[in-house]
């Protein structure tokens, strides 16, 4: 582990970055550019002495999920998250499409969301990053592990995970679901997906029926309606902005101006 150049990397990088990058107002007593520790740990989801003391060469060897989480609160690209790893004395993340690492792009973007709800899924439907109006509408899908992280399997394991969708809906979105499951399984039938279908072959006769009747294609509507427990339901239009690099997709919604579900959409803060 090599503190000093560590230390010298992450402060560069902060430095680097603006709070506008990361979806942070910048308030009228900011008299330097670049983020602040205290901002760059709460956006790692870590404690701001804990981050304070690896900028200060200073505190025990950061695990995984310590780089893998400042590597995304500093948008760092793939070279850039490596070089961190190598820093610190890890082995660099293996490069594979279960990579859980999102482009800076993608997350500059999903940033400046943040009055609306937008996530960030991977191929196989699993939540990597949310806007807090998208945890307002769906709940926190990031906090899932194992299997669970993924949507088709929560789908046909976990009855609460439908009640986003109204009941009449429900056999459409296992059906696309399913098919979508299909194209990664295809893909790379030994690795994640492959993992996900044969849990839920084992555990759920709808989900195999449904597999069995070899469905391709079928896609989700571009206009959903979704339930809220205090709003109910709302029509919401959902665009995919895709990144093929990564096979990861930054979803929104959005409503029609002036219709019902947009003066409920700006109550969703307010009431969750």
């Given at each position: 582990?090599?503190?000093?150049?560590?230390a010298?990397?992450?402060?560069?990088?902060?430095?680097?970055?603006?709070?506008?990058?990361?979806?942070?107002?910048?308030?009228?007593?900011?008299?330097?550019?670049g983020?602040?520790?205290?901002e760059?740990?709460?956006?790692?989801?870590m404690?701001?002495?804990?981050?304070?003391?690896?900028?200060?060469?200073?505190?025990?060897m950061?695990?995984?999920?310590?780089?893998?989480a400042?590597?995304?609160?500093?948008?760092?690209?793939?070279?850039?998250?490596?070089?961190?790893?190598?820093?610190?004395?890890?082995p660099?993340?293996?490069?594979?499409?279960?990579?859980?690492?999102?482009?800076?792009?993608?997350?500059?973007?999903?940033?400046?969301?943040?009055?609306t709800?937008?996530?960030?899924?991977?191929?196989?439907?699993?939540t990597?990053?949310?806007?807090?109006?998208?945890?307002?509408?769906f709940?926190d899908?990031?906090?899932?592990?194992g299997?669970?992280r993924?949507?088709v399997y929560?789908?046909?394991?976990?009855?609460?995970?439908?009640?986003?969708?109204?009941?009449?809906?429900?056999?459409?979105?296992?059906?696309?679901f399913?098919?979508?499951?299909?194209?990664?399984?295809?893909a790379d039938?030994?690795?994640?997906?492959?993992?996900?279908?044969?849990a839920?072959?084992?555990?759920?006769?709808?989900?195999?029926?449904?597999?069995?009747?070899?469905?391709?294609?079928?896609?989700?509507?571009?206009?959903k309606?979704?339930?809220h427990?205090?709003?109910?339901?709302?029509?919401?239009?959902?665009?995919?902005?895709?990144?093929?690099?990564?096979?990861?997709?930054?979803?929104?919604?959005?409503?029609?101006?002036?219709?019902?579900?947009?003066?409920?959409?700006?109550?969703?803060?307010?009431?969750?």
């Open positions: 582990m090599d503190r000093e150049q560590l010298h990397f992450l402060r560069t990088r902060r430095e680097a970055l603006q709070p506008e990058d990361v979806g942070l107002p910048r308030g009228p007593r900011r008299r330097t550019g983020l602040r520790r205290e760059v740990a709460a956006l790692a989801g404690s701001a002495d804990y981050y304070g003391r690896i900028e200060q060469h200073r505190g025990p950061p695990s995984d999920p310590m780089l893998a400042l590597a995304r609160a500093l948008h760092l690209s793939l070279e850039e998250r490596d070089h961190l790893f190598r820093l610190a004395g890890h660099t993340p293996r490069r594979s499409l279960r990579d859980d690492h999102i482009s800076p792009g993608m997350m500059r973007i999903l940033d400046r969301l943040n009055d709800p937008a996530m960030i899924n991977s191929r196989y439907g699993e990597l990053r949310q806007t807090p109006m998208a945890r307002a509408l709940g899908e990031t906090r899932h592990t299997l669970a993924s949507t929560r789908w046909f394991t976990d009855p609460s995970s439908r009640r986003v969708y109204p009941e009449r809906d429900h056999p459409k979105h296992g059906r696309v399913t098919a979508n499951l299909r194209r990664a399984y295809t039938p030994r690795g994640r997906a492959g993992e996900i279908v044969t839920l072959l084992a555990a759920s006769p709808e989900f195999a029926a449904i597999w069995d009747e070899h469905q391709v294609g079928l896609t989700h509507v571009d206009r309606t979704l339930v427990p205090q709003l109910g339901e709302l029509e919401l239009w959902c665009q995919n902005l895709y990144d093929p690099e990564q096979e990861q997709a930054l979803i929104v919604f959005t409503a029609a101006p002036a219709s019902e579900s947009y003066e409920k959409l700006q109550l969703l803060a307010a009431v969750s």
